[in-house]
Structures are given as structure tokens and as C-alpha cells.
């Protein structure tokens, strides 16, 4: 059965005495009623943040420790030890913050072991906390279609701690817990006030410490091959590796083993069930007199299956919630172009079609480095050309894969020589250069008013050894002042409403989107190659991501090679080819860079353009909703996607391809659950009449479709 949570969560439903109807409240179909508080114990010993969905407790005396994480859907207890609220190393030295101690059985908590536990004498200790309405993380504004123009609510708990320590006189920390409204989630960062007269290296800030239930017990093993806690996603704003997926992005959680827990079945003591995050690399910050330092943020998602269809749509829930701007899903064109003409007459096919903006792509003759009085006028006035026709414009610029010069390099430590970098060579973000680099693009966007950043090669996490680099001071700070700059840019664009195209998971620090993933030469493949491979592109990357995070490519001119096989242009002779691609991506709710001179070539070319992006923006709610995965293209049999929305008058959409060369017809099992229509659905094919389906008790409806030779249908469900 697809949907073994579904029968579980009853089971768990009824066996806590509740009524049935408590299954109808599932918070990705109705979050409304997970509403965040923030309240004492009754003795008020404790304060507990909850939503219906997660609890966390706090026991605040006599210092502050977590003593609960539970997940209140499934039961689920998170927690099997006390811990220390953070650790910060500071000069070399690591100080716990918070935390009780002395727990001997770690492998499960017992609330009345708490008051047996003492205080460590080396700690910074609580003093008090504040209790405060939800902020938003970043200011963002945008002109441009958005799914979700709201910003998360919830409340935040901010905790102070200072040490009895005389050393440490004037340094004070905070630990900041945010708790979101309709979705089982917790975010935790740190800061740290320096009000003493003398300047602190912060060697590193581990703003989080979990002893976490073990996923598994196994006698022997490494921690590297075991299995992780399914029930806790952790995610966090430090992430950069050019993988395209989170996972092998993510630099700062960590999954450690537990000497303390010695009660384990591993007889080494190496089961992963310790969770810290902090930056791999030490962060080594200067923090001067008066001067403060926020860490990295951490959210963490509390799962309830190991579907990994209901887990990948928690993720997107969390993405959808807190970082609203990669629902912006604007109808872009990636322009080749050599002169302003063509970027005229690019202008002009986009406002013709109903293409929303318009980007310079790689290979393009915009410079954004160039600021000259006389580049900036000309730019400015192309801008106010696409804006007078209602289309946004902006441009590529490359960053890190490119080499500057021996002082604006990276400096490998190793050698004391540029080389090494991510990339071979690269420049530091931190040398005059870099530096120079970001307040010209700032100058050019905001003079000229382009609307897009595509940003290639953003930092990577390079090191650098270079003393001389005004951005950082050495060493030890320069990946974590790095990381800081080409944040602030993002945070910057997102301010100011231009939108981010960035191949690296920055999203937490305001980039809107992301590659989904593919190989470069794929493009120079024959047509009927890149469909099927386009399609398996986009299904594999929606699990953890929403259509609107992620972007594809349809070469309209040679690219990477290939032959004509390859191309769309001339477009009229390969409408058919250029119609599916189009629909393919559109009917993901995925943006493609369509590269090349031009959108149409005749009139049926712009007749045919113009009818998908209408089709496309009739149903624009639906199609950027989230995707259930049907079945995989593998060019043998039909594969296809479904979006869901149960808030949407169109609950569902979904589309279907056939790869072969006949006309087929098959039944398929479409799952209705998240649409919340539990009984009874209406299904039309395209624009035809609804008929309507009885749900059955799989929450699945049989149905019967035919999908014609090499081509493609899709189907509504109200």
C-alpha cells in the first residue's frame, strides 16, 4: 500500500483515544490549526515550546537544558540525554552553554533523573529569556509571480547566558529558538555579544548539540556506514559544494558518536547519535570590543515516514515556509545575444508570447564588471526598454572558476601559491578584487535596474592563506568572511527585488533558484534523447525541491557540441520537438533556460510559443504546486507527474507521456490523498468534461487514459 502512513497514523490516532476525524488533520493537507505557543509549566520550572505537532521542553533551573523533543504526531520521543545548550571555543578555549550533567544511563531520560543533574562550573549559565512574535529572517520584495507572498509566523524564544568566570566578564550569549506555525519545525542559531574592552577570536560556534534515539543498533560498524535518525531533517544557511542537492552541500551537520553512551549495543561506541552543527572548518573571527557574531542557523524537521514521497514533501513544506522567495517563478528567455539590437528584438519576442523577462546568457555581450558612465547608460536604456513592455532583463556574470591574478587569487595553504582552489584557480572574495567585484555588480544593478542576478560559480568554501586580502585576515577567517560576502550579496539582491539564479544552495540567504541537475554535453544528444532524459532530470529533482527552485535547459542553437540532431533551430522545422520540450518543463511548473537568438522564426512558431505560456499561465497555481511522482520516464512505457493542492479549486493536475511509437492506453492508480478530496473526485482530460470518481480506500483513483504516439496528455482533478 502507497500509503502505509495514512493507515499507521490511524491506528495511532485511535489507540490514543481520539477521534478518527483527527486523521483529516494532516498538517501537509490542513495546517491552519498547528498554531505556535510558547508557555510555562505549570510550576514553572519549564517552558515549553509546542504547535501541536513538535514539543520541545526546557528545564530553566538550575541551568537551562533541554529535556524534551518530541514529535506529536507519531509519539516519537527525539531525546535520549541531556546536553549543552551550544559550545563556543573562544581563544582556543571551548565553554559549554547550558546543560545539565551527570545523566549515567544515556540511552533514554527519565523526567525524574532531571533534578538530580548538576551544574557545570566552567558553563556560561542562563539568566532569562525573552518570548517574542516571529521576525522574518530576511527583508525580500518582489514585482515578480510569486507562490507564497507571505512570511512565516510563528514565535521566538531568545535565552541570555553569562559566565561567573572573571576571564569572560562582558562576553554574553544568546540561544534563539524559533518555532513555526503549521509545520513540525524548529530553527536554533546563536549569537554572541562581546561587551568586554578586549577583542575575541571565535574559534568556532556549535550552535547545536542533540544526543538523538539511534536509528539502528549495530554491534559493529563505522559511523559513516550506519544509518542516520530518519526522524529528525536538519538543515542549515552553510551549505556550498556545486552538487545541486542539499545533502552534499550541507558543510555543517555533523553526526558523531557518543562516548558518554556507554550503554549502546556498538561495542566500539561509534553509533552515529550525536548531532552538532557547526562549519567543518574552524571559523577563527576576529570579534572586536562592542562588536556582536550570529552562527549559522539551523532548522530542524521532524518526520513522521520513511515514504519518501511524504518526506520530500515536509522539505518542500519547510522551503515553501521559510524561505517564501523561491516560490518566485518568473517566464524567463536565456538570450545569446552580440549586439543591442538583438537584445531589442529579444525584448520585443518576449513581450509578443508572454515570456515575463529576459537574461543575458553566458557567451553574451553584457558585462555587469564594466561600470563605466557610458556601459551603464546603454544598459540602463535597454532596461527601461524591456521594462516599457512589461518584461524583466538581467545577465549572467562569473565568479569563482576564472583566474584574476597572483594577488587577487586564492592563496593555497599548502603551497603559499595560487592553485588548489575548487575550481584549480579562483579569486578570494576577500582581496581587493573580490571585494571590487561585488560593489560593481551592486552599482550596475541598481543604476541600470536589471531585475536578475545569474550568478555562476558563487562561492565555493576555498580557503586562502593571503595576509594581504583586505576581506579577511589570514587563514583561519578567510572561508567563514567569504561565506559572510557572498551572502550579503544574495541578502542584498533579495531586498531589493532582484532575483537569483545560483548554482549552489544558497536559497537559506535568498537565491531563488537552482539547476535540477544534468550533464552539459546531455544537450548535444539527439531530440528524442533530451526529452526522455529531460524528463528523468525533473523527476528526479523534485523530490526535496519544489518546480519552482530549480531550472532546465533547451538548447535552441548548438551548444556543447552536437549536430542539427541535436538543436531546435530552425524552429519551425522542429515545432513538434520544441512544443513537448516546452510543455515538459512548463508542465512541471519548471523554468527552462531556453537558449538561443530567438524565441519564433514564423508565425506558427510564435503561434505555438504563445499558446503554451497562455496554457501555462491559465494553470500557473497548479503547476507550481507540489509534485507527487507517478512513474519514471524509461522510454519504454508511459511515465508521468502529479501536482496537488487541496486549496486550489484544480486539486490536482497531471501529466502523462508516451514514449513509443503507438498510441496507448493505460490504467493508472492516481493518488488523490493530498488533495484532500477523500471520496469522491472530478477528472477531466484537458479541457473536456469532468466525470466523476469514487476515491478508494488506498486514496487512490483507477483510471483509465489514453496518451497518443510520442506525445503527451494531461489530465485535471477538481
Not at 559511523?223 to 531533517?233: I, R, V, W
Not at 524552429?571 to 520544441?578: C, P
Amino acid at each position: 500500500m502507497k500509503y502505509l502512513f495514512i493507515l499507521l497514523n490511524l491506528i495511532s490516532v485511535l489507540a490514543r483515544g481520539q477521534s478518527a476525524n483527527a486523521v483529516s488533520k494532516d498538517w501537509l493537507i490542513s495546517p491552519q490549526s498547528a498554531k505556535a505557543t510558547v508557555t510555562y509549566s505549570q510550576d514553572k520550572r519549564d517552558i515549553i515550546l509546542s504547535n501541536g505537532l513538535v514539543r520541545r521542553v526546557f528545564r530553566l533551573k538550575p541551568d537551562l537544558a533541554c529535556i524534551e523533543y518530541k514529535n506529536l504526531t507519531t509519539g516519537q520521543q527525539l531525546l535520549r540525554a541531556v546536553k549543552p545548550e551550544a559550545r563556543i571555543v573562544l581563544n582556543g578555549v571551548p565553554y559549554p552553554v547550558g546543560g545539565l550533567y551527570g545523566q549515567s544511563e544515556n540511552a533514554y531520560l527519565l523526567p525524574q533523573w532531571i533534578d538530580g543533574l548538576s551544574v557545570s562550573d566552567s558553563a556560561f549559565h542562563y539568566v532569562d529569556v525573552k518570548i517574542a512574535p516571529l521576525q522574518p529572517y530576511l527583508k525580500w520584495k518582489t514585482t515578480m509571480w510569486t507562490g507564497n507572498k507571505k512570511n512565516a509566523t510563528g514565535n521566538e524564544v531568545t535565552f541570555r547566558f553569562r559566565s561567573s568566570l572573571p576571564a569572560l566578564a562582558g562576553v554574553e550569549v544568546s540561544v534563539h529558538y524559533a518555532i513555526f506555525d503549521g509545520i513540525p519545525l524548529i530553527s536554533k542559531w546563536v549569537t554572541i555579544q562581546n561587551g568586554s574592552k578586549a577583542d575575541w577570536t571565535v574559534n568556532q560556534v556549535v550552535n547545536e548539540i542533540l544526543a538523538v534515539v539511534e536509528e539502528e543498533s549495530a554491534v559493529v560498524g563505522k559511523p559513516e556506514d550506519m544509518a542516520k535518525p530518519n526522524g529528525l531533517y536538519v538543515e542549515n544557511n552553510f551549505a556550498f559544494n556545486n552538487a545541486m542537492r542539499y545533502g552534499l552541500s550541507d558543510q555543517a551537520t555533523h553526526w558523531k558518536v557518543d562516548k558518554k553512551y556507554t550503554s549502546q549495543v556498538n561495542y566500539d561506541f561509534q553509533t552515529p547519535c550525536l548531532l552538532e552543527v557547526h562549519p567543518k572548518i574552524d571559523m577563527g573571527v576576529r570579534v572586536k570590543a562592542g562588536e556582536n557574531l550570529e552562527s549559522i542557523r539551523t532548522y530542524e524537521l521532524l518526520i513522521d515516514s520513511y515514504d519518501r514521497e511524504r518526506k520530500g514533501l515536509a522539505v518542500r513544506k519547510m522551503y515553501r515556509t521559510i524561505a517564501p522567495w523561491t516560490t518566485i517563478n518568473p517566464i524567463f528567455m536565456h538570450l545569446v545575444s552580440q549586439n543591442d539590437e538583438q537584445v531589442r528584438t529579444a525584448i520585443d519576442q518576449c513581450a509578443a508570447t508572454g515570456y515575463e523577462a529576459l537574461i543575458l546568457s553566458f557567451g553574451s555581450h553584457c558585462n555587469m564588471e564594466d561600470t563605466a558612465a557610458a556601459n551603464l547608460k546603454k544598459w540602463k536604456e535597454l532596461a527601461d526598454y524591456a521594462h516599457g513592455k512589461n518584461v524583466l532583463i538581467g545577465s549572467y556574470s562569473l565568479f569563482s572558476s576564472r583566474k584574476i591574478s597572483d594577488e587577487d587569487d586564492v592563496i593555497n595553504p599548502k603551497t603559499g601559491k595560487p592553485g588548489g582552489a575548487f575550481f584549480g584557480n579562483a579569486p578570494c572574495m576577500g582581496s581587493k578584487w573580490g571585494l571590487a567585484y561585488l560593489a560593481k555588480l551592486k552599482k550596475f544593478m541598481s543604476y541600470t535596474g536589471f531585475n536578475i542576478f545569474e550568478n555562476d560559480g558563487p562561492y565555493p568554501g576555498d580557503v586562502c592563506a593571503s595576509t594581504s586580502h583586505p576581506g579577511h585576515e589570514g587563514l583561519a577567517d578567510s572561508q567563514w568572511k567569504q561565506m559572510a560576502l557572498q551572502k550579503q550579496l544574495y541578502q542584498w539582491c533579495n531586498a531589493n527585488g532582484v532575483y537569483v539564479n545560483a548554482p549552489d544552495w544558497y536559497f537559506l540567504d535568498g537565491t531563488n533558484k537552482i539547476a535540477l541537475g544534468y550533464r552539459e554535453v546531455n544537450f548535444s544528444l539527439p531530440r528524442e534523447q533530451q526529452k526522455i532524459l529531460n524528463r528523468q532530470n525533473i523527476y528526479d529533482a523534485t523530490w526535496n525541491e519544489t518546480p519552482s527552485m530549480v531550472w532546465g535547459f533547451v538548447p535552441l542553437t548548438k551548444y556543447q557540441g552536437g549536430g542539427p540532431e541535436a538543436v531546435l533551430e530552425p524552429l519551425s522545422e522542429h515545432l513538434d520537438a520544441y512544443e513537448q520540450l516546452m510543455m515538459q518543463y512548463y508542465g512541471a511548473g519548471v523554468q527552462a533556460c531556453y537558449r538561443g537568438p530567438r524565441l519564433y522564426d514564423t508565425d506558427d512558431t510564435k503561434r505555438t510559443v504563445t499558446n503554451v505560456v497562455s496554457w501555462y499561465k491559465k494553470y500557473r497555481d497548479i503547476l507550481n504546486a507540489d509534485i507527487i511522482h507517478l512513474r519514471r520516464a524509461d522510454g519504454r512505457d508511459w511515465d508521468g507527474i502529479m501536482h496537488f493542492n487541496p486549496d486550489l479549486r484544480e486539486k490536482g493536475l497531471v501529466m502523462l507521456y508516451n514514449p513509443t511509437k503507438e498510441r496507448i492506453t493505460r490504467n493508472i492508480q492516481l493518488p488523490v490523498y493530498y488533495t484532500g478530496k477523500h471520496d469522491s473526485v472530478k477528472i477531466r482530460v484537458k479541457e473536456g468534461a469532468a466525470q466523476a470518481f469514487t476515491v478508494n480506500r488506498d486514496y487512490e483513483v483507477d483510471y483509465e487514459v489514453e496518451i497518443p504516439a510520442e506525445g503527451y496528455t494531461w489530465l485535471v482533478i477538481e
